[in-house]
């Protein structure tokens, strides 16, 4: 079963603002989908009626076979939320807060503090579980709050920036966690960036979100091929012939740009049959970021 369903959701605020625009997609178990736009795209909408906090205008959602908006408490059973800004209890300690929230799942006292001490450990607060959360700073208490949206174990994990605030080696530890929880629990991972390059290191599929509306969607490699296709091709070498039509950049550095891996071996062979030497030879696909840039490019366009 997937675990996340879209079928043309849409929400318009009662000022008029088209926050999400017919968006349909699905995400499957165990999968770390990238959802990626800049700050007013409509990510944080779309999560809001994912989790029952906001009613879709049209369209519809569903999360585990369960419609948020019609059914939020047994939604939240089975999905764990994290936002930029989640609020918690300053006058509690770390340890205390997991457990309460332990409790509102059902989870006993004992159980709760054993899942609650063990992501303590998992995510580097262990040492601070006995302060009260008002010592915390930012990034602890973001982390904390991972912890929190953990501590019933669910299936579905939604992230809003989930490394804001993080010193490097804390968001290391957050993806790492990330990683295990999708590979190991198939817990399936929607998560909210404006950080492309943080996307593509931890994300299997994207999909690409401007103004509400959702411009493109796959994996890295598929959405190179409908959208970038090819690659850069770097070569350096000396004595490279004429009728190849490479550029020559500084440092005896050619480069051309090949629709296929398969256009590689030709010009290699060329350049050693005509007695030259190559020393490297690197063939640089677009990025995220490329690809973004250029998809919303062409939105612009279309808009004029």
Same mark, same amino acid.
Do not use: W
């Given at each position: 079963?997937?675990?996340?369903?879209?079928?043309?959701?849409?929400?318009?605020?009662?000022?008029?603002?088209?926050?999400?625009?017919?968006?349909?997609?699905?995400?499957?178990?165990?999968?770390?989908?990238?959802?990626?736009?800049?700050?007013?795209?409509?990510?944080?909408? %779309? $999560?809001? &009626?994912? *989790?029952?906090? +906001?009613?879709?205008?049209?369209?519809? @959602?569903?999360?585990? /076979?369960?419609?948020?908006?019609?059914?939020?408490?047994?939604?939240?059973?089975?999905?764990?939320?994290?936002?930029?800004?989640?609020?918690?209890?300053?006058?509690?300690?770390?340890?205390?807060?997991?457990?309460?929230?332990?409790?509102?799942?059902?989870?006993?006292?004992?159980?709760?503090?054993?899942?609650?001490?063990?992501?303590?450990?998992?995510?580097?607060?262990?040492?601070?579980?006995?302060?009260?959360?008002?010592?915390?700073?930012?990034?602890?208490?973001?982390?904390?709050?991972?912890?929190?949206?953990?501590?019933?174990?669910?299936?579905?994990?939604?992230?809003?920036?989930?490394?804001?605030?993080?010193?490097?080696?804390?968001?290391?530890?957050?993806?790492?966690?990330?990683?295990?929880?999708?590979?190991?629990?198939?817990? %399936? $991972?929607? &998560?909210? *960036?404006?950080? +492309?390059?943080?996307?593509?290191?931890? @994300?299997?599929?994207? /999909?690409?979100?401007?103004?509400?509306?959702?411009?493109?969607?796959?994996?890295?490699?598929?959405?190179?091929?409908?959208?970038?296709?090819?690659?850069?091709?770097?070569?350096?070498?000396?004595?490279?012939?004429?009728?190849?039509?490479?550029?020559?950049?500084?440092?005896?550095?050619?480069?051309?740009?090949?629709?296929?891996?398969?256009?590689?071996?030709?010009?290699?062979?060329?350049?050693?049959?005509?007695?030259?030497?190559?020393?490297?030879?690197?063939?640089?696909?677009?990025?995220?970021?490329?690809?973004?840039?250029?998809?919303?490019?062409?939105?612009?366009?279309?808009?004029?």
């Amino acid at each position: 079963m997937q675990t996340v369903i879209l079928e043309n959701l849409s929400k318009t605020y009662p000022n008029g603002k088209q926050a999400v625009r017919q968006i349909s997609l699905s995400l499957n178990p165990g999968e770390i989908y990238g959802f990626l736009g800049p700050n007013g795209a409509g990510k944080t909408s %779309t $999560v809001k &009626l994912l *989790t029952g906090m +906001l009613t879709p205008s049209a369209g519809r @959602c569903a999360v585990l /076979g369960t419609d948020p908006a019609q059914n939020p408490a047994k939604a939240h059973e089975n999905i764990g939320v994290v936002t930029e800004h989640a609020q918690m209890y300053d006058n509690l300690t770390g340890l205390e807060n997991l457990i309460f929230y332990a409790s509102v799942f059902g989870i006993s006292s004992n159980d709760g503090k054993k899942r609650a001490s063990a992501l303590l450990e998992q995510l580097g607060l262990q040492e601070a579980a006995s302060r009260k959360l008002a010592t915390y700073s930012t990034g602890m208490r973001q982390r904390l709050s991972l912890a929190r949206a953990l501590i019933h174990q669910p299936k579905a994990l939604f992230l809003d920036e989930p490394t804001s605030g993080l010193d490097p080696e804390s968001a290391q530890n957050v993806n790492q966690l990330i990683r295990e929880l999708s590979e190991n629990e198939a817990v %399936t $991972v929607f &998560l909210c *960036t404006h950080q +492309l390059r943080y996307a593509q290191e931890i @994300c299997s599929r994207f /999909g690409l979100i401007e103004n509400g509306r959702l411009l493109a969607s796959g994996t890295l490699k598929e959405l190179q091929e409908k959208l970038l296709p090819g690659a850069l091709l770097k070569i350096r070498a000396d004595r490279v012939p004429d009728d190849l039509a490479l550029t020559r950049n500084p440092d005896n550095l050619y480069e051309t740009q090949i629709l296929s891996d398969e256009d590689i071996p030709a010009i290699i062979r060329r350049i050693v049959e005509t007695g030259g030497n190559v020393y490297s030879v690197a063939a640089e696909r677009p990025t995220l970021e490329d690809i973004y840039f250029s998809l919303t490019a062409e939105n612009k366009e279309e808009q004029v």
